[in-house]
């Protein structure tokens, strides 16, 4: 319940307390006087957006303090529970409370608007976001607003008001995440066959290069051994004349071999040994030195004859490195750079092919989402199809004492299974028949503005009826109504005051004569500026305002005694 609201500099307010109590209070007071903009007030601390035109001429900032009564077992003591905005003390002295009582904490809303920068959120002395406020805010107050009326003329608010009324959160959520689930699985198989003709292009380019080079086979190893082979093949027939070069300076030349003048020089030391034993030792290190010789000669001789000089081979072997330096040219590669860049060309077809796997997958997916979303689609609309049969006959029952006796009201709803949304698979449509024997049509179409303000004041309260939420504030919803009308609103709005705060800006005084608190709405000029000020009303005063609203500005006798005789009938 709201207990109190404090507004300093908001729009044409100074200065403003104001305290609340439980049952019906209305506000009433000339046109232009400032009445609803308590309620704009009281808005902001409910997470309402603004911005720094509501700071009062010349005040540096707005500040709206709002103060609630909570009940421990409401949706709204939970929220301040779990996102721990609650005070310790509170918190401990829960266990102790007695299960007799109906322990209630009270909870400071406060906003607060500058010139420059952002606004600030407060909750019970705590920062906090325009977010949370919002949150909490719909947990503690319900605001039916001045064109609530005008918004039953668009689908979208219908259907929405549909959904609040039956509790449809939990569905309409399961329908959100399976739909956009569904949009993203979409988004990508659009993606997929975008990108498929150039795949397919691209595919048919790589085929080529891979198969053109899977023939050449340039691997790693492919290419070191045929460059070693050519290299080899290339100098066969040098390595050929110098080995034999070499073979014939070793011992094949009769006259100067490097062997025949060896074997002379030991022939010479063995006779210089028989006379100097000192020479010994050279003699023994020529001998080794002819050994090793004749060893390098025999290994020599088997190089030489192993060695081919195979012309049509060294052809062969030009041929494939050419092929491969061709390849390395045409793909803009170096030679050595030729097997990376074709593992790469391997790697890029492969790709093509799993994208195409991918698309596969996608739509499989695809089928799954399309189930998935139509599964919760259809369990939100069993549900919409049975409360609106329900909500359709608790609004006719409302409006026809409300000036439309012969009226009826149905909500349609039209099947889109091909159609899918976020909001489900179906569109709303509000019908009403105003008149004995008229057809049900839109209510775009036939809803004067005085039948379509009763429809939604009768939805208002149907719909307060079924919410837990402890403060209803209606502002000036009785727009188009008067008289026994305007008497029947009045009580209506007074009976669900029963179990409930109700507050209500009003222009009608059947309606304000039904509340069990009065407040006026008054301007007051000053010297260079205007404010307004809301005072509650004694009895007396309550009379005095009953009249005016009956008479206008002359108030007679007749005027005065017929407000008390309306404020008597409560």
């Not at 957006?49 to 009940?71: H, P, R």
């Not at 909001?423 to 839109?442: D, K, R, T, Y």
């Not at 008054?522 to 500026?529: A, E, F, G, R, V």
Request: hydrophobic content about 35%; charged content about 25%.
């Amino acid at each position: 319940m709201l207990l109190s609201i404090d507004i300093r500099n908001f729009a044409i307010i100074q200065s403003l307390q104001l305290d609340w109590h439980s049952g019906m209070s209305v506000i009433t007071g000339e046109t232009g006087a400032g009445k609803s903009i308590v309620i704009d007030a009281l808005g902001l601390t409910l997470g309402e957006k603004a911005d720094q035109s509501v700071i009062t001429s010349g005040a540096k900032q707005t500040e709206i303090s709002a103060l609630y009564e909570v009940d421990h077992q409401s949706e709204a003591f939970q929220w301040l529970k779990d996102n721990d905005l609650l005070d310790d003390e509170i918190l401990d002295n829960i266990a102790n409370v007695s299960p007799l009582t109906e322990p209630k904490t009270e909870c400071i809303l406060r906003r607060v608007i500058v010139k420059e920068g952002r606004s600030k959120c407060y909750i019970n002395g705590r920062n906090t976001t325009q977010s949370q406020l919002k949150q909490l805010g719909s947990l503690l107050v319900d605001i039916h607003g001045q064109h609530a009326h005008q918004s039953l003329l668009k689908n979208k608010e219908q259907l929405n008001l549909l959904d609040r009324y039956a509790g449809h959160s939990k569905l309409l959520k399961n329908v959100k995440i399976a739909y956009l689930q569904l949009k993203n699985i979409e988004q990508r198989k659009k993606t997929l066959l975008q990108d498929k003709r150039e795949r397919d292009a691209k595919r048919e380019l790589l085929s080529y290069q891979v198969e053109e080079l899977t023939a050449a086979n340039p691997e790693q190893s492919v290419l070191n051994n045929l460059e070693r082979e050519h290299k080899q093949a290339a100098t066969s027939n040098d390595r050929l004349s110098l080995a034999q070069n070499a073979l014939v300076d070793i011992v094949e030349n009769e006259n100067s071999s490097c062997l025949n003048r060896l074997n002379s020089s030991i022939s010479h030391l063995k006779a210089l040994a028989a006379l100097d034993n000192n020479v010994t030792g050279l003699l023994e290190t020529l001998t080794d030195a002819e050994s090793l010789i004749q060893e390098a000669h025999f290994e020599l001789a088997d190089y030489r004859d192993q060695l081919e000089c195979d012309p049509e081979r060294l052809e062969s072997l030009d041929k494939q490195l050419a092929r491969f330096h061709d390849l390395a040219r045409k793909h803009h590669v170096n030679l050595q750079e030729l097997p990376n860049y074709f593992m790469r060309l391997q790697n890029e077809l492969k790709q093509l092919h799993a994208d195409d796997n991918e698309l596969e997958e996608v739509e499989n997916e695809l089928e799954r989402c399309i189930k998935e979303y139509i599964n919760h689609a259809k369990l939100l609309t069993i549900s919409r199809k049975r409360i609106a049969k329900k909500l359709s006959q608790l609004v006719t029952d409302k409006i026809q004492p409300l000036a439309m006796e012969d009226g009826k009201f149905s909500i349609k709803l039209i099947d889109r299974e091909s159609h899918y949304s976020a909001l489900g698979m179906e569109e709303i449509e509000f019908l009403v028949s105003a008149n004995p024997g008229q057809p049900l049509q839109a209510l775009t179409k036939v809803a004067s503005g005085g039948e379509l303000s009763r429809i939604s004041l009768a939805i208002a309260v149907i719909t307060s009826e079924q919410q837990l939420v402890p403060c209803i504030i209606f502002d000036e919803v009785d727009v188009g109504i008067g008289g026994a009308t305007a008497e029947t609103v009045g009580k209506l709005l007074r009976l669900l005051a029963k179990d409930r705060q109700v507050l209500c800006v009003t222009h009608q005084p059947q309606v304000a004569s039904c509340g069990h608190h009065h407040l006026i709405a008054s301007k007051t000029k000053l010297k260079q500026s205007t404010t307004t000020q809301v005072f509650q009303l004694n009895k007396e005063q309550r009379v005095d305002e009953i009249a005016r609203m009956l008479g206008g500005k002359i108030i007679s006798d007749k005027t005065l005694s017929h407000a008390k005789e309306m404020l008597n009938i409560i």
